[in-house]
């Protein structure tokens, strides 16, 4: 038994996808060659970008394509911050965003970057007052260069009102980048609406996505970046993609990833009205099989596959071991390299204990979740729950003769 | 049983937990992140804790196609190892991390994890040897007496050897161990030994301690309490120590001098002949059997006082809760904090920590 629960680290690559990108990737030819076999190339990636740029609304000289979401991240806040106006060194940094952007802005700060925090309230929305405040002069003087945000909160599933922190942003003038990330496939992701009227420099200027997310082959991405940006590059060389991403463009990960999003969009009004009622039913469950558990983030301004549990009293990472001998797939929060859980800093960021923020479970559905997954699901938890609370409160084997307490 | 294989990434691990897979139990491998702050790539002779080291483990039991995870033990082996062996130092003691990580993370912490989440013992490339005798679950020296590990294995009590498994115990030598690595296809079969304390980045354990402990100066004085020379930390002085000295004044008789005691407190290291380091008796309150507790309270045994030291034969009684130990001929020199194992022939019967020890001579300058 296999079961799948953890579609927002990884979604099951699509079957348009992958014959999309096999497809384009047995064809010979460098989309920047002159000859005929380097045009057929350029044509495909020029197809697929175009039907990037219809899914996410903006244009298709917008769609930068990268290696995933982590360097459209990189690129959009370093891009942005080593292009700053003079006399501007601020970055807005709303609490419980990805580590990918996280650890860019304090990559930044050593480079001499400030950092303005903004506060989420307890279920995780941005606060609206603050955020706008901390695109404004806080007699700090060092004025904001660069504002980024979750558009969904890739742990708690929180969504946030993108159209009003791209205003806020417009309206102060502040170049502001949106991880789309794990809202794309999920919500409407629409770039120039968003962006509506902004002034040359200001408001939404940069919107990153990843494939793998929507079911699209891991390795493809892109960043959206308005004509109006001004931005520097991370990659040098033979100046592709508006000199934004110098490397031979990837035309197959391009198509697979053109496939993938309108799929994803094209079924999304129905999956999402699918995949809240399989949650819904999964959260009851919980609710009413394991005792003080408690839902975290919004309970219906959420991403509809996202079931985000805090279960007192039991490590999350024995709970996610256990599942995982059974047979189910889950997670803690963010997948890590080490593998050394450190205590979500999303949970933290909703202002609860270090103590609740060890002790969650991310579960997420996707396009292939069944009744029988949450009902398999549903089933295990309680028997993995009681065990896991008596793991973590274990007598001690190590009590011996004259041992000093 | 359903066993839990603790990995550190070296290839004694790998291959005890090949064989537990191949006598047929339910396996499950684990790597301990013992460092928060664990570095990337393996440096020296340390036998854990970088991103390399979990990978190695990792990929050893993809080879052998059972479940991997690692498991955050940090605070843990902070609090109990790491702060624990700095405390010793600090008190003028000698401590062995190993034996303290035995102790108290991969048979405490570790093994309890294990039984509560449903495993019926935990599995480890030590090289000793367990025995189901008539009295109950026997821990002895392992075949190749020159890998044989029970000395830092000597802490482990009755419940504990009751869910451990050691599945190299009886193997002939490393090079064995090896040369099954290498015909499973382990990619760690060559991997070098790890020799030094895992935590201390580059081996430099006084510059560690000094780091840790701080450097103050302080006297080193003979035994009749005149200052002979000046030290710069009591903590890189251990008993028995006759390098690095450094003496100004040079003694009576000519003859070397080494470290017969610290004294942490009065920040003094307190030097002598080498006659003044026999040891008549060593006694201690911290003690644990192997197994059932002896029947008698005086009897004979054989004691060990550090890894890689000769048992000697001795006397031991237990006197209200104290274990004393008189070996048949003095030991040479013995600091406070060292653990002594007592041997019946290979089994292992106990172990006590060193707290006051006895010299087989009367004090003259």
Known sequence: MSIYLDHAASAPLRDAARDAWIAAATLTGNASSVHGAGQSARRLLEESRERIAAVLDCDP????????????????????????????????????????????????????????????????????????????????????????????????????????????????????????????????????????????????????????????????????????????????????????????????????????????????????????????????????????????????????????????????????????????????????????????????????????????????????????????????????????????????????????? | MRILAAMSGGVDSAVAAARAVEAGHDVVGVHLALSRAGGTLRTGSRGCCTIEDAMDARRAADRLGIPFYVWDFSERFRDDVIDDFVAEYRAGRTPNPCMRCNEKIKFAALLERALELGFDAVCTGHYATLVDGPDGRELHRASDEAKDQSYVLGVLTEAQLAHTYFPLGSTPSKAVVRAEAAARGLTVAQKPDSHDICFIPDGDTRGWLADKVGVEQGDIVDRSGTVVGTHSGAHAYTVGQRRGLQLGVPAADGKPRFVLEVRPVSNTVVVGPKEALATAEIAGERHSWAGRAPAQSDFACHVQIRAHAEPVPARASINDGWLTVRPESPFDGVAPGQTAVLYDGTRVIGQFTIARTVSAVPVSA
């Open chain 1, 61 to 405: 000289i917008e769609v930068v394509l990268t290696s995933g979401g982590t360097e459209a991240i990189n690129l959009a806040v370093k891009g942005l911050w080593w292009e700053r106006p003079a006399g501007r060194r601020a970055i807005v940094l709303p609490d419980g965003e990805h580590h990918a952007t996280l650890d860019t802005v304090g990559w930044l700060q050593a480079q001499g970057a400030a950092v303005r925090h903004v506060p989420l309230d307890s279920a995780g929305h941005i606060r609206a007052d603050l955020f706008r405040a901390a695109l404004g002069d806080v007699g700090d003087g060092v004025a904001p260069a660069v504002a980024t945000a979750l558009v969904a909160n890739n742990e708690i599933g929180t969504v946030q009102d993108a159209a009003a922190l791209a205003t806020a942003a417009a309206d102060a003038g502040v170049p502001l980048h949106l991880d789309a990330v794990g809202a794309v496939g999920h919500l409407p992701v629409t770039f120039a609406a968003w962006r509506g009227a902004a002034a040359s420099g200001g408001g939404l200027v940069a919107l990153s996505v990843s494939g793998h997310k929507v079911g699209a082959p891991v390795g493809t991405g892109a960043l959206v970046v308005s004509r109006h940006a001004r931005m520097a590059a991370l990659a040098h060389g033979g100046g592709q993609q508006r000199g934004l991403r110098s490397g031979t463009q990837d035309v197959a990960g391009a198509a697979a990833l053109a496939v993938a999003l309108e799929e994803a969009d094209a079924e999304r009004e129905s999956e999402q009205r699918r995949l809240r009622a399989l949650s819904d039913r999964l959260v009851s469950g919980i609710l009413g099989r394991v005792p003080g558990a408690e839902l975290l983030g919004d309970p219906r301004d959420r991403l509809a596959g996202n079931v985000h549990v805090h279960l007192p009293g039991a490590a999350g990472e024995t709970m996610l071991f256990l599942l995982d001998l059974a047979g189910i797939s889950v997670s803690t929060g963010s997948a890590c390299q080490a593998g050394v859980a450190e205590p979500s800093h999303v949970v933290l960021a909703l202002g609860r204990a270090e103590s609740v923020a060890r002790s969650v479970l991310r579960i997420t559905l996707g396009r292939t979740t069944t009744d029988a997954d949450v009902d398999a699901l549903l089933a295990a938890l309680p028997a993995v729950y009681e065990r896991a609370v008596a793991a973590s409160a274990a007598p001690s084997l190590g009590a011996r003769t004259g041992e000093r307490s």
